[in-house]
DNA sequence: ATGGCGGCTCGCAGCCGA
């Protein structure tokens, strides 16, 4: 069994312990980590390696920045989508153990009518066409993040509230499928396709007691893997720490190699 | 209707996230 995990951390600096002992308890083989908000020389990694992980980081202070954690060897690291030029650092893929990797942290999009909103559908585009290029080789993909879309209404505390608003809206979701339509496998709701499950909750309004929130952070699979996938969970007791990410882990358990 | 919170920055207020 291998496990695999995903979390946007905002902030490793500050969430670094939390961080170390989230992988004592889970001791999951791969995290793909997003919203590091360091430079990658500044992230401390000595305690990360002692509990036996090898690491790759493209880091960035402030803003962005991504890592993949892993107890297999990492190789073939990738910075970046090859499709779509950007100085933000959302994107770190790596081979492990015969699977290809891909840890994505994308935009945001602030509000729909902000050029934010429209570098977010161009930088999904470019997404969807580094995706492709890999579907053509015959080692698995796993793509995990935050991707900042909630495909359904299910995956949204107050639909109506959240109608036609950033993360939710029509051409996002658009893009979401454009995503699964290249044999990729949303796979939480395919082992649970109706519930709904939440990975952020708002810092503010005790969003998380209330449990408004909304599911943005997925792991999409190829489809020849889905039959493999045992599980999937979100950590939910990591949300309820003292200052906590705002996001939860997502955790997905499956047969390989 | 607004801002709520919490992270960042050559900070002490403003930007951004989601």
Known sequence: MLSIATWNVNSIKIRLPQVLSWLEVHQPDILALQELKQDTHCVETEALRALGYQIAIAGQPTYNGVAILSKHPITNVRINLPTFSDPQQRVLSAE?????????????GQSIDSEKYQYKLAWL????????????????????GDFNIAPHNNDVHDPLAWEGQVLVSEREREAWQALLNLGLVDIYRTLDPVNPMYTWWDYRQMAFRRNHGLRIDHILVSKSLAPQCKNVCVDKDARKHERPSDHAPVLLTLAWP
């Open 96 to 108: 492990v153990l015969g699977l290809n990797i891909v840890n994505v942290y994308v935009p945001n």
């Open 125 to 144: 585009e470019g997404l969807r066409q580094y995706l492709q290029m890999l579907q053509t080789h015959d080692t698995p993909i796993v793509v995990l």
